[in-house]
C-alpha cells in the first residue's frame, strides 16, 4: 500500500496466524528419542537422526500423523489422499541438518475452519492449512559471570557465548496457518483459547509443558472502506497491503498485547504519511513492544525441496479410522439440551475435557443442578481463588464426590459443605470425611435440634414476648441461639420454621 498521508483517513486491521503447537506425542517425529525432555540434562535425549549426524534416516511417528489427523478432523480440514514432506533450508545452530523437514504442497490439513466466540458473538476464521514438521533445538544466549546459568541468558548481542540443546530437536510441530481473517487482537485471543481447548479435548496437546504454543502474527493496515459488511476484504487488497510478521509470542496474552501495539504503531505511520516496511519484528514481552528483527524472507530463500528419505503417505483413509471425543461446542450443546443448564454454566463446565467428564460423573450419582452447582460454582470458584487449575486435583475428584455425597444425603449442610470443608479440602489436602470429623460439622439429629428449641424458648421469655408482639428480630435471635447450642450444624432455615411451629403451638 503506498502511505497517503491523511490525518482522517479511516484504517482496519488485518491479521492472520501462523501458530506452532507441539504434539503431544511419546516419541519425537522421526526418531524414537522420548519428547519427554522436561527435566533433562541438555542433549541427553538425541540419536544420530534428530542430530542429523550424515547417514541417519528418519522414519516418521504414526502417533503424530494420528494426532495431525485429528487435529484435521476437529477443523473440519481436508485430508489429502497422499501427504508429502519438504526439506526448508537454512543454515542455523539450532538445525543440525540446516534443513527442517516440514511439508510444502500437499499438507496434511488443508482448508479448515475453527468457530469461536467474542464477547458472546460467534466467529469462524478459515485454516488454510496445518502441516507436520519437526521442531529446532532450543538456544541459550549466555553472558560471562558468577550467578547461574539463567540469571545470566542474555540477548544474542549481549552474549558471550551460546549453548544448543537439541532434546527438542525433533519434537513433532504442527504448524496451523489461518486465512487473514481476524479484525481486532481480541479476537486472536479468543481463537487461541478456543484452539487450545479443542487440542487438548483432542489429547494431542499439553498446555501447561514450556513452549508448547508458539504464535507468528501478521499484521497489516487496510482502509477501512475496503472492509465488506461481512467482514470481507478483497483479495488484491490484501497483497497489496503491506504486513508485519511479529515472531517470539509465546501466550494469547502476549498475541493480544503485540497485535495492539502493532496496530498502534502501523497506524500512526501511516497517518503521517510514512510506509509500513514488510519486515519481521520480534515481540518483547517485557516491553510489550515489538522490533524490528530483519526484513521477511520469501519462500524463494528457503529452497524447499521434496524430502527424498521420506515417501508419501497415503492418508486419506485414516480419518475414518482414527475416532475423536466428543468436542466442546457439541458437549456445550449436549449439556443444555440434556442436563438443561445454562449457556453459561455448559459453558464453564465444557471449558476443559477433564471438567466436563467430572460433571458428567457427579450428575449420573446426582442431580444435574447439584452437580452443576458443584463443578461449576464451588469446585472450579475455589480452585480459581487459589490460581490452582482442575489437574492439580485430577487424582481427588473421589473426594469430591464424596462431598456431595455429603450434600445429597443431607449430612451437612451446604454452606459448611462450601465455605469450611471444601476450602480446608484444598488448603490441607485433607479427605473431606477427616475435615467432617474435625470440624464436628455432621448434621445434629433431629431430636437434638428439637431440644435445642425448646431450651431456646424457655431461656428467652423476652424474645418470646417481642415475638408475639409482632417484633422481626426476635425470630432471628432465636434462630441464632438454636445455632449456637448446635454448634452450627443444624439447617438455619429449618431452624426458623421449628422454632414457628414451637412458638405458635
Ligand atoms: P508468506 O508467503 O509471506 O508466508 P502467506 O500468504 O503464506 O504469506 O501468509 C502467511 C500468513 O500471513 C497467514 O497467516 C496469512 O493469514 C497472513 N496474511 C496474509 N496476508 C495478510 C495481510 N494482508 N495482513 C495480515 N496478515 C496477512
Ligand atoms: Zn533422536
Ligand atoms: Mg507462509
Redesign the pocket.
Known amino acids: 500500500m503506498t502511505a497517503q498521508a491523511s490525518e482522517s483517513r479511516e484504517l482496519a486491521a ?5 501458530v506452532h503447537v507441539q504434539l503431544e506425542t511419546e516419541t519425537k517425529i522421526f526418531c524414537g528419542c522420548s519428547t519427554d525432555v522436561a527435566d533433562a540434562e541438555p542433549n541427553t535425549h538425541t540419536c544420530p537422526v534428530c542430530l542429523g549426524l550424515p547417514g541417519a534416516l528418519p522414519v516418521v511417528n504414526e502417533g503424530a500423523v494420528e494426532a495431525a489427523v485429528k487435529v484435521g478432523k476437529a477443523i473440519d480440514a481436508d485430508i489429502p489422499e497422499e501427504t508429502t514432506f519438504h526439506r526448508k533450508n537454512y543454515y542455523y545452530p539450532d538445525l543440525p541438518k540446516n534443513f527442517q523437514i516440514t511439508q510444502y504442497d500437499s499438507p496434511i490439513c488443508q482448508d479448515g475452519e475453527l468457530e469461536f466466540s467474542v464477547e458472546s458473538e460467534r466467529r469462524s476464521v478459515d485454516i ?1 492449512r496445518a502441516h507436520l514438521e519437526e521442531d529446532p533445538g532450543s538456544i541459550k544466549h549466555v553472558r560471562e559471570g558468577t550467578g547461574p546459568l539463567e540469571s545470566r541468558t542474555c540477548s544474542i548481542e549481549r552474549a558471550d557465548y551460546t549453548l544448543i540443546d537439541y532434546n527438542r530437536a525433533g519434537t513433532p510441530l504442527m504448524e496451523i ?5 481476524f479484525r481486532a487482537p481480541g479476537e486472536v485471543r479468543s481463537f487461541l483459547e478456543k484452539l487450545e481447548e479443542v487440542l487438548e479435548y483432542l489429547g494431542v496437546f499439553d498446555a501447561t509443558r514450556d513452549g508448547s504454543l508458539r504464535i507468528d502474527a ?3 493496515m ?1 482502509d477501512a472502506d475496503a472492509v465488506g459488511e461481512d467482514g470481507d476484504i478483497d483479495e488484491s487488497v ?2 497489496d ?1 503491506n ?1 508485519t ?1 511479529v515472531k517470539n509470542i509465546s501466550s494469547h496474552k502476549g498475541a493480544e498485547q503485540a497485535l495492539s501495539f502493532e496496530a498502534s504503531r502501523q497506524r500512526k505511520l501511516i497517518q503521517s504519511g510514512r510506509a509500513v516496511e514488510q519486515e519481521t519484528r520480534h515481540f518483547n514481552e517485557t516491553h510489550g513492544n515489538t522490533v524490528s528483527m530483519r526484513s ?1 524472507e ?2 524463494k530463500d528457503y529452497r524447499y525441496f521434496r524430502e527424498a528419505d521420506l515417501p508419501p503417505l497415503r492418508v486419506s483413509h485414516w480419518k475414518d479410522e482414527v475416532p475423536i471425543p466428543e468436542l466442546p461446542d457439541a458437549r456445550r450443546e449436549r449439556f443444555v439440551a440434556e442436563y438443561g443448564l445454562s449457556e453459561e454454566a455448559a459453558s464453564k463446565l465444557t471449558s476443559t475435557k477433564q471438567v466436563a467428564d467430572f460433571f458428567e460423573d457427579v450428575a449420573e450419582r446426582f442431580d444435574a443442578d447439584l452437580a452443576a452447582t458443584w463443578v461449576a460454582d464451588n469446585l472450579l470458584g475455589e480452585l480459581n481463588y487459589r490460581d490452582m487449575a482442575i489437574t492439580d486435583i485430577d487424582d481427588r475428584f473421589d473426594e469430591v464426590t464424596r462431598l456431595v455425597e455429603f450434600v445429597a444425603e443431607d449430612e451437612i449442610t451446604a454452606k459448611n459443605a462450601r465455605e469450611t470443608v471444601l476450602r480446608e479440602m484444598l488448603d490441607t489436602g485433607d479427605d473431606p470425611d477427616s475435615v467432617v470429623d474435625r470440624e464436628g460439622l455432621g448434621k445434629t439429629s433431629g431430636d437434638e435440634v428439637q431440644q435445642a428449641v425448646v431450651d431456646a424458648i424457655d431461656e428467652n421469655p423476652d424474645a418470646v414476648e417481642d415475638y408475639h408482639n409482632g417484633e422481626d428480630g426476635a425470630i432471628n435471635f432465636l434462630v441464632g441461639q438454636v445455632m449456637q447450642k448446635t454448634g452450627g450444624s443444624a439447617d438455619p432455615g429449618d431452624v426458623n420454621g421449628l422454632l414457628r411451629e414451637e412458638l405458635e403451638s
Open positions: 488485518v491479521i492472520g496466524l501462523e488454510r496457518v489461518t486465512e487473514p481473517d501478521n499484521l497489516s487496510v490484501l497483497e497491503a504486513r510478521e521477511k520469501e519462500e
